[in-house]
């Protein structure tokens, strides 16, 4: 009996130990929390009448369209764990090209890895940024994966990934705000992105600001309702701005369909990632999208296509599951996805840039 209370007393001290182990080697961001600021001292304000052009994209951690990742497939069958070092190297240049080519005023990244092990635990913001000829003097970062160990038999190492938003502009201040996450055992909870909207507030010469919202849904929270619980978080957010008549953009990622395209249009592969829910519809019809539904359902639609899937069985332009949303007070002049040249086999998402004017 002793040696049974023994045996017990130090599996718990082990089990104790690993979950403080867990714990203090993970990512605990609170519900909303001030996001850092890099602005240099001269860094131009915003003039309130400009037109303001923006590009988002889905980087995939400037791993290139050489790979099959494990999480490619539905049975994490997908050979590969990790890009090498020249397919990054490649690839930070490729993007780069891209945004100098397009010259925006504002760039949002999803998917920027810094610190993790399969990308060598580099910052990947500053890999970029010298590439970048000096266009961006102010950037706001906030993590939505960090951990010192995933014990995943395909990770086995460190995770860092991030939000980035690059801006010619002053950012006055940002903010991250915390999305609801999958439910999950205690250790998992701990070990698995807790994915979040960015926010940046630009400074305008009319002491006002032009809020940028940056973000990246879940992507593997089939059967639960967890992109019904981050759509309506999205939802209070822009509600909130709105109440303060604070313009906004809204861009990113959300791993939704657009309302009407049912995803029996896509390989069973693909069409296994969603749901027929179309959770995203509430943000359809409240406000503004640079690109209509009618459009994204209609006889052109593959020219807004965002996603490039590395599934081998696919691997080519199949949906639309990035967007950009916009509030009153701002005037879409123009928007288009780059699906040719360097924009196109960069990553396994295509960058969406859109024009706006604003309201004086």
């Known amino acids: 009996m002793k040696l049974l209370k023994r045996i017990l007393i130090v599996l718990l001290s082990?089990?104790?130990?690993?979950?403080?182990?867990?714990?203090?080697?993970?990512?605990?961001p609170s519900e909303l929390q001030e996001a850092s600021v890099n602005c240099e001292s001269n860094a131009p304000i915003l003039d309130g009448g400009k037109q303001i052009k923006l590009l988002s994209w889905n980087v995939q951690y400037f791993a290139g369209k050489n790979r099959v990742f494990w999480y490619d497939v539905p049975d994490e069958s997908g050979p590969d764990t990790a890009?090498?070092?020249?397919?990054?190297?490649?690839?930070?240049?490729?993007?780069?090209?891209?945004?100098?080519?397009?010259?925006?005023?504002?760039?949002?990244?999803?998917?920027?890895?810094?610190?993790?092990?399969?990308?060598?635990s580099e910052d990947q913001s500053e890999r970029i940024l010298p590439l970048l000829s000096d266009l961006y003097p102010c950037r706001t970062e906030a993590f939505y994966w960090k951990?010192?160990?995933?014990?995943?038999?395909?990770?086995?190492?460190?995770?860092?990934?991030?939000?980035t938003i690059f801006s010619k502009y002053k950012i006055v201040s940002a903010l991250?705000?915390?999305?609801p996450t999958p439910p999950a055992d205690p250790i998992t909870q701990q070990l698995q992105l807790k994915r979040a909207v960015l926010q940046a507030d630009i400074a305008?010469?009319?002491?006002?600001?032009?809020?940028?919202?940056?973000?990246?849904?879940?992507?593997?929270?089939?059967?639960?309702?967890?992109?019904?619980?981050?759509?309506?978080?999205?939802?209070?957010?822009l509600e909130t701005l709105d109440a303060k008549k604070m313009p906004w953009i809204l861009a990113g990622d959300f791993n939704l369909l657009p309302p009407g395209f049912s995803r029996?249009?896509?390989h069973p592969n693909g069409a296994f990632f969603y749901s027929d829910e179309e959770e995203i519809s509430p943000i359809f019809q409240k406000w503004n999208s640079t690109v209509?539904?009618?459009?994204?359902?209609g006889p052109n639609k593959e020219k807004f296509f965002t996603h490039?899937?590395?599934?081998?069985?696919?691997?080519?332009?199949?949906?639309?599951?990035?967007y950009i949303f916009y509030s009153k007070g701002l005037a879409k002049k123009e928007y288009k996805v780059l699906q040719e040249g360097e924009a196109a086999d960069a990553s396994d998402h295509l960058p969406l840039e859109a024009t706006f004017s604003q309201e004086e």
């Open 14 to 28: 082990i089990l104790v130990l690993l979950l403080l182990i867990v714990y203090f080697t993970t990512f605990h």
């Open 83 to 120: 890009p090498s070092r020249e397919e990054v190297e490649n690839t930070l240049k490729k993007v780069a090209n891209v945004i100098l080519e397009q010259n925006p005023d504002f760039v949002l990244f999803q998917e920027v890895d810094d610190g993790a092990k399969k990308t060598y």
């Open 147 to 163: 951990a010192g160990f995933v014990p995943h038999p395909k990770i086995l190492g460190s995770v860092g990934m991030k939000l």
């Open 176 to 179: 991250r705000h915390q999305l």
């Open 204 to 237: 305008t010469h009319d002491g006002k600001t032009v809020t940028l919202l940056n973000t990246h849904l879940d992507a593997f929270s089939m059967g639960t309702d967890t992109m019904h619980r981050q759509v309506r978080f999205i939802e209070n957010l």
């Open 264 to 266: 029996g249009q896509l």
């Open 292 to 297: 209509s539904l009618e459009e994204l359902n």
């Open 308 to 322: 490039v899937p590395n599934d081998p069985q696919i691997a080519k332009p199949d949906r639309t599951i990035d």
